[in-house]
Structure formats: C-alpha cells, structure tokens
C-alpha cells in the first residue's frame, strides 16, 4: 500500500473541509480589510537615515542650528534687467515674508536679501556697524537702490551666494524642523507662494528635498490610477490566455487577499506606507497572480487527464505545493533580509514585503485550489478563440525544440556568454543617483530644470556642514584654529564638487577690512584671539538672536564648514567626502579640536550612499545563500541548491547592466526591487523543475518529460511572464521618472525569468541530467539517438 504523504493529507483536508477553509479565509480578510484600510500612507523622513551612521548623528545633532537636509531654495530671476528694481525687490521681500508662515518653517533659518541675516558692515566715527542691508523697508528711491547694489557687491557672504554674479537673481533658503513636517502641506504652500510671486518679469524657481517629496505625495493619486489600469491590463490578458473567468477572477482574488492580509497586519503593526514602495507592492501582488495562474494551469492539466474537479484541485495543490512553497519563501526571506540595512524606510519595506509574500502560501496556494473544487464546468470557454492553439502551443513546442538534442548546449553555452557579459557590465552600476538633478523626476519636469537653473546660477542648492567641535569656549577665536580653518576651505574651493563655503572666518575679515577704510589687503584673520573675539563682536552689534547659528555657537565652542553642491550624484559625493577625509586626516586641529562630518542633504546622502554600497553586495549574497540552502533542503540535494544560482545571478547581472546603460542609481529606493529579483529570477524555474521530476516519474523518458513540463508549468510561465510585462509596461507613462523605470526593470526582470525558465533551465536539465530531478541515475546519459 503506497504512503500518503503530508502534503497529499493536507491537500485532501482543505478540499474536504473546503467549506471551513474558504470561511475562515474570508473572515480574516474581512478583518484585516478593516484594518487595511486605516494604514498610513506618509513618507517620515528619519526613516530614510541608516541610523548610528556618524554622519546621521552629527546631522541629527547640529542639524537645526548649521542647517539640515530639509532646505528649500527660491531662485528669484528677473527677465529683463538686475534685480535692482522695485518689482523684483518687492518680491523678495513677499517671498521671504510668507516663508515665515508655511508650516514647520525653521524661523532662525530663512536668508535673503530681505531677511535680518543678510547685513552689511559699515565704519562710521562711531565704529563698525552691521545692519540689515533690506529689511525691514524696502529702498525708498533709486539712491537707496543703488546703495543697496553696492552693499550687495561688497559683501562676499552676499554677492556670489545670495545675489549671483550677474546681478540678475537672487536666492532664497528656508530650512524646516524635520520632525514637523507635513509634505503635502509643505509641497502646497511652497508652490503657492511660486505661483504667487511667478510672471510680470520675475521668474520664480523653486528646489528642495522637502518639495521634492512633496512631488511624489502629488502623484499619488496619478500611481494610483496607473495601478488599477495595470491590473485592468493584466486583466484582460488574463481572460484572453486562459479564456475562462475564473482564469481571470480567482489569480484577482489572491492578489486582493493577499494585498488586504499585508496592509493589514502593517497597519496593527503601525507601519506606515512610503509611496515610494509602491512599486514593491505591485510586484508582490504580481507575485500572488502569478501562483496562483501556475494553480490554474495545473488544475486544467489534470482535467484534461480524465479527474473531476474536486480530485484535480486537489492533485493541483500537490503537485505545486512544493514549487510554490519554496517560491514563497525565497522571495519572503530575500527581501527579508534587506532588513539588515540600518534605514528604517529598508526595515518597514522588508517587514511588508515579507508578510505580503507570506500570505501568498495561503491565498494562492490554498484558496485558489479549494475554489478550483467548486468548478462545474471545468471545460467551458468563455473566450472563443484558442489562444493556446494559436499562440502559446507553438511558442512552447519551439522552445522544447530548442532545448533538446544538440540545440540545447548551445542554448547553455549562450546563457553562460550572456551571464559573463553582463557580469563585466553589471560593475558599472552607480551607488547612489547616476545624473543631476532627482532620479524621482523627468530630466524635464519643471522641479528638474529648476534646479539646473538654480545650479547653474548659484554655488549649488544642495549643502554639506562639517562641524569644528572645539575643545573649550572661545576655541574658535583662536587664530591658529581660524587659519586652519580657512586653509580648509580654500582647498574645498577648490575642488569640482563644491561650489563655495561658508564659515565663521568669512565674518572676520570683512570686519578688519573696514577698520582700515575698506581696504581689501586688511581682510585677514586677527592675530590673536582677543583681537579675533572684538571683530566678531563688532559684527555681532546689532545683529538678532540667532543670527550667528549657522556659523557658531553662542560660546565659540563649536561652529560649521558649510559647502554648497551643484549635485548629489554618487560619484560626486564620494569623491568629495573621501578627499575631504584625506585633507582632514593630514591636517588635524590644534590641540583636542575635532572635525566631525557630516551634516545637511549631501552629508545624509554621503551616509545612505555608504550603507548601500556596504550591504548590497552583502544583501545579494545572502539572499543568494537562502536559495542555496532552500534548494538543497527542498529537493534533498547540494546539487539542486547550486543549480538554480547561474539562473539567479544572470538575472541579476543583466537587470544591474541595464541599470548602469539607463544611469538608474542603487539606491534606498531601487534596493528592495533589486532584493525581490532573486526571487524574481527563480519562481518560475522552481515549477519548470518540478513538472519535469514528476513527468519522469510517471514515463521515465527525459525529452517526454521536459515537453510535458513545458506544455503544463511552462503555459503557466508563458501567461503570467506576457501579462505581467505587458502590464507593467504602462507605469513608463508615470510623471515620476522612478517609477517609470521601475516598470521597465519589472519587465526586464520578468523578461530574463522567462526565458531563461522556459530555455535555459530546460536545457541544463537536458544537458546535466540532475540527479535531484531524475532519481536514481537512470537518466544520466542522454541516448545517442536523442543528440542526433
């Protein structure tokens, strides 16, 4: 009498009981629907930050007095003419003014001509005065217009850094409290004072990574949509391949049990949902379509095998319970295992991307099948062309045709050139952003070109701060750490990456130049510290509480380095903060003074981009050693575990070598989709395998059984691959160029899956014989008829 397996036991339970099973189902995603629908979709910034990174902690820190990452920059441009006119001063001053009201707003960090902090430096047979050089009246007259135009030009904190060299823009900063923010209310009110004060002459360009979030909170609504229209796509190429309804409802239904199970449990978890992830979601509810489509063409074979539903339903779960399974829980644990990055955003995407997948086992790998046992009609079409006689028979029995006989070592021996050639182009690949501006956007979108201008106008939008931590107060009136100082910020100057510095020295020399009616070779360090701490005091007269904090403390303890960025691309923010390292490293601080990096957007990036490049290829390899070990313990075999890598790593390799031609960055965002591309690379193969180890166990004829694995598990493959690219294609009409590329990474990935799991894994079974797939070994040696 032959054993019933557990597998064959819970099989039957589920189909006997099935009306207990679908129940009990249906409760609980009725209660996680509750649940679901409470989830928050926010992004919170610090959840972008690998936490104890040093750069975070000192950003984190200093962060609200230096500057940090949350910085918006407002070109005012005027289109004929300077700036130096009523009209577009006017509009500095309404711009700098309604910054003061936008929510979360950094009052201590709004700098603009219009604004307190701006001051010209003034001798006078009272002394040294400093005063606000427009605030708070504007020039009354064309005489203070033009006192206003040489002040400006005097003033190297102001000419160059808040006035551009031609005299034609001017630049607003405002900083807002991190932990304050609202995007969506943020992204409203800067845009609305853009649109407010835009036109009549003056153009107003805006840039910032709090608006830039903001963009992606905008298109929300357009992701959406897209969503629904790629599902409605995928759809209908449902119930054209599969020509049944519940070809089309029953791989719908676990993707929306699954989907509601996940959000669910995140939502009684407090997880809240990045919009950024959403791509991530798609590709699992992909994942869940895909099991369950695999269910229903098993369910057809054993139909058409003579078995009424209830038994082929049964036969079905089976049958691919092992495939399935062991699909599920690669793709679960290899984006689990991004959860070793140090980012919550990673941590939270890893938790739901993991219980999402998990969920699959129940909603395809259960639900459909029981289901399945309640078809009546198991023949009924309800499309009447045979898309399977016309389309997909003939594909399959074209790759069965190549990958038996001797066509199937060169189909093994391209897979092997194609693996090594995108391997060597895989290096390539960038951490961090690729190209100017945001990856998040089009090259033209307005936010873009914005910055170009911005960019191109100014020393550079986006910021780096390196605090001075001194060993006492008054530290930084010592000439000998004032010098070291400025020699550090002449060598920032330097170099390509940075467009200028700003510090406390550059509040000194001016200072001593008045002292000596003007003139510029007095614009020097003092030489000692109590001549150093009168000038700063001369500055300091008349100025507000507050205005010092982006240069010092109010001790003279601890100050800040502060370098402007025309970009944030990888390779200009390594290249910056390792030279920065080496010139640091050989030029320390006198006595127990210390620099600290780093602070502002690039100093964050700097630390993200770092975590990334240490743990991806960390990431990579474990999630490559969960496939192993799965394998091997699935299939009983070391050989079965290493026999799926070289389908795993060219998948790979060839998805990093299009990321490095398209200049697509691995990034915090790209690293969860590059995480479930091993399990993308895999799934597929895991049914071919199996359609093929069972087959031979009922014929032991290896070419019958490949064909046959072809014709059931590959149909599978072939419906679900084509209706997922063709689906995913859609999100190239996104606004956010992100997703755009995402979509064509899904199908690339999607792409290489298929192929290699309908050629290539047929092929190297054909070619190796695998004694994990055909037993005892008596399939070994191909016949020579069959190499003919």
């Known amino acids: 009498m032959q054993q019933v397996s557990w597998i064959e036991r819970f099989a039957a339970y589920c189909i006997a009981r099935r009306v207990l099973v679908s129940s009990v189902i249906l409760a609980l995603t009725v209660m996680f629907g509750y649940f679901a629908a409470h989830v928050e979709i926010k992004t919170i910034f610090h959840d972008l930050l690998p936490k104890g990174h040093p750069f975070i902690e000192i950003n984190d820190k200093y962060n609200e007095r230096f500057g940090g990452p949350n910085i918006v920059s407002i070109m005012v441009e005027a289109e004929q003419g300077d700036i130096f006119q009523p009209k577009v001063l006017e509009r500095i001053k309404q711009i ?50 033009d006192l206003l135009r040489e002040q400006v030009l005097a003033s190297p904190l102001v000419y160059g850094r808040y006035v551009s060299p031609d005299l034609r823009s001017a630049l607003v900063t405002a900083d807002f409290i ?14 609305g004072i853009a649109e407010k004060y835009d036109g009549d002459g003056v153009r107003v360009r805006v840039v910032g990574e709090p608006l830039l979030t903001g963009w992606v909170v905008h298109y929300l609504p357009e992701t959406f949509h897209l969503f629904l229209i790629t599902i409605a796509i995928m759809a209908a190429l449902l119930f054209v391949t599969v020509r049944s309804w519940r070809g089309i409802l ?17 939502s009684l978890c407090k997880v809240n949902f990045d919009p950024l992830i959403i791509v991530v979601a798609f590709l699992v ?29 049964a036969k079905a779960l089976v049958a691919l319970f092992r495939p399935g399974m062991l699909g599920v829980v690669v793709d679960a644990v290899a984006v689990a295992i991004v959860a070793a990055m140090p980012m919550p955003l990673l941590q939270k995407t ?67 050139a194609a693996l090594l050639a995108s391997g060597f182009y895989a290096t390539k690949v960038t951490v961090g952003d690729a190209l100017p501006g ?33 060993e006492g107060p008054n530290t930084l009136k010592d000439p000998e750490v004032l010098t070291n100082v400025d020699n550090f910020q002449r060598y920032l100057e330097t170099q390509p990456q940075i467009g200028g510095t700003v510090s406390v020295v550059d509040l000194i020399g001016p200072v001593n130049a008045n002292l000596h009616e003007g003139n510029r070779r007095f614009e020097e360090l003092g030489p000692t510290a109590d001549i150093n701490g009168e000038l700063l005091f001369m ?68 630390a993200v981009n770092e975590e990334v490049f240490a743990r991806q290829v960390e990431s990579i390899a474990l999630a490559l050693l969960t496939l192993f070990v799965l394998s091997a313990i699935a299939y009983r075999s070391t050989v079965a575990g290493l026999f799926y890598m070289p389908l795993v790593v060219m998948s790979n390799t060839i998805t990093f070598a299009f990321m490095a031609w398209k200049g697509i960055g691995m990034n915090i965002n790209t690293l969860p989709v590059a995480a479930l591309g091993i399990g993308l690379g895999v799934d597929y193969a895991f049914y071919i395998v199996d359609g093929v180890k069972e087959r031979f166990e009922e014929t032991g004829d290896v070419m019958s059984a490949i064909s046959g694995s072809l014709r059931t598990a590959g149909r599978g493959v072939l419906i679900t691959g084509g209706t997922m690219i063709a689906a995913v294609l859609v999100w190239y009409a996104s606004s956010l160029k992100f997703q755009a590329e995402m979509g064509l990474l899904m199908a690339l990935w999607l792409t290489v899956s298929a192929i290699t799991s309908l050629l290539l894994i047929p092929a190297m079974i054909y070619v190796f014989r695998p004694a994990f797939v055909f037993g005892d070994g008596t399939a070994h040696a191909a016949p020579k008829e069959a190499l003919a």
């Not at 219009?114 to 001051?119: E, G």
């Not at 029953?250 to 995140?266: C, E, H, K, Q």
């Not at 098993?298 to 038994?311: K, L, M, Q, S, T």
Request: proline residues 6%; contains cysteine; glycine residues 8%.
């Open 96 to 145: 700098t003014d309604d910054l003061y009201l936008v929510p979360a707003i950094n009052q201590f960090q709004v700098i603009s001509l219009a604004s307190r902090k701006i001051r010209s430096i003034n001798s006078s047979t009272a002394g040294i005065e400093t005063k606000p050089m427009m605030w708070p009246e504007l020039p009354k007259d064309q005489a203070e217009i």
């Open 178 to 191: 991190d932990r304050l923010i609202d995007y969506e209310k943020l992204y409203d009110g800067i845009t």
């Open 250 to 266: 029953l791989p719908m239904l676990a993707g929306v049990v699954s989907a509601v199970w996940a959000l669910g449990i995140a």
């Open 285 to 313: 509810t992909a994942r869940a379509i895909s099991h369950a489509v695999q269910m229903l063409a098993a369910f057809d074979d054993e139909v058409e095998r003579g078995h009424v539903p209830r038994d082929a339903a």
């Open 350 to 416: 890893a938790f739901v991307g993991a219980v999402w997948l998990g969920t699959i086992a129940v909603s395809a790998m259960v639900l459909v099948p029981t289901l399945l046992s309640w078809v009546t009609k198991p023949h009924a079409v309800a499309f009447p062309i045979d898309t399977n006689r016309w389309v997909l028979r003939p594909i399959l029995n074209l790759c069965g045709t190549l990958v038996l006989g001797r066509r199937s070592v060169a189909v093994v021996l391209i897979g092997l």
């Open 438 to 470: 945001t990856p998040l956007l089009w090259p033209d979108h307005p936010y873009n070109v914005d910055a170009k201008a911005i960019n191109d106008t100014f020393q550079g939008s986006d910021q780096m701060f390196v605090v001075l931590e001194g």
């Open 539 to 606: 500055y300091m007269q008349g100025t507000d509480p507050g205005d010092m904090d982006r240069f010092v403390d109010a001790d003279f303890k601890d100050g800040a380095v502060t370098m402007f960025f025309r970009d944030h691309k990888g390779d200009t923010i390594r290249t910056a903060v390792s030279r920065i390292e080496e010139y640091l490293e050989n030029n320390p601080l006198p006595g127990e003074s210390t620099y600290k990096l780093a602070g502002g957007l690039v100093g964050v990036l700097a």
